[in-house]
T-cell receptor, first 112, second 114 residues
Framework: DAKTTQPNSMESNEEEPVHLPCNHS???????IHWYRQLPSQGPEYVIH???SNVNNRMASLAIAEDRKSSTLILHRATLRDAAVYYC?????????????FGQGTRLTINP | DVKVTQSSRYLVKRTGEKVFLECVQD?????MFWYRQDPGLGLRLIYF???????EKGDIPEGYSVSREKKERFSLILESASTNQTSMYLC?????????????FGDGTRLSIL
């Protein structure tokens, strides 16, 4: 899988929007951008994924740059429960490997 | 919502014991996975299965085996537990087809081998 780069940590306040950036300058045309998060003492949780267009679901929004070299996960109104490590990874459906490989991710702290 | 259930959140066993970790998913997913997660080493794939009775080795299969007799259940077996198998074990599942389908995880089993 191609590499992604994320800040080690970010901090935000409860009920404010949070924008988590991810750089993936070597992304290929068939790579999907996936986001997972892992709350303390829990398994990873799928958040959202997209290819080119911006995506929304009940958890978050994913904004993808026009050149696809970067993306941003948007939590519209953070709660304390959103404190977690967020992982941005690239997945290519044409490649057979199924395993997930997470980088360091971004540790998000939410202040009350 | 997809539900992946692991049989135990915490487990303590002794070296040399045979240990069984069970995982059940309720979404009729074809693929199931076993990972372990260790500080500084991230997520590592032990085994995965793409169908009943089918299995493939991941990156670190040594010391482990798996069983998939029914579609919804995937078991991880530590044949003779050792202290270096103390870890967080995570089960995941996803549907078949393109390999970028999201994986859905259980809450994990924190296993300690004494």
């Amino acid at each position: 899988d191609a590499k992604t780069t994320q800040p080690n940590s970010m901090e935000s306040n409860e009920e404010e929007p949070v924008h988590l950036p991810c750089n993936h300058s070597t992304i290929s045309g068939t790579d999907y951008i996936h986001w997972y998060r892992q709350l303390p003492s829990q398994g990873p949780e799928y958040v959202i994924h997209g290819l080119t267009s911006n995506v929304n679901n009940r958890m978050a929004s994913l904004a993808i740059a026009e050149d696809r070299k970067s993306s941003t996960l948007i939590l519209h109104r953070a709660t304390l429960r959103d404190a977690a490590v967020y992982y941005c990874i690239l997945r290519n459906p044409r490649q057979g490997a199924q395993k997930l490989v997470f980088g360091q991710g971004t540790r998000l702290t939410i202040n009350p | 919502d997809v539900k992946v259930t692991q049989s135990s959140r915490y487990l303590v066993k002794r070296t040399g014991e045979k240990v069984f970790l069970e995982c059940v998913q309720d979404m009729d997913h074809e693929n199931m996975f076993w990972y372990r997660q260790d500080p500084g080493l991230g997520l590592r794939l032990i085994y995965f299965s793409y169908d009943v009775k089918m299995k493939e080795k991941g990156d670190i299969p040594e010391g482990y085996s798996v069983s998939r007799e029914k579609k919804e259940r995937f078991s991880l077996i530590l044949e003779s537990a050792s202290t270096n198998q103390t870890s967080m074990y995570l089960c995941a599942s996803n549907s078949g087809g393109p390999s970028n389908q999201p994986q859905h995880f259980g809450d994990g089993t924190r296993l300690s081998i004494l």
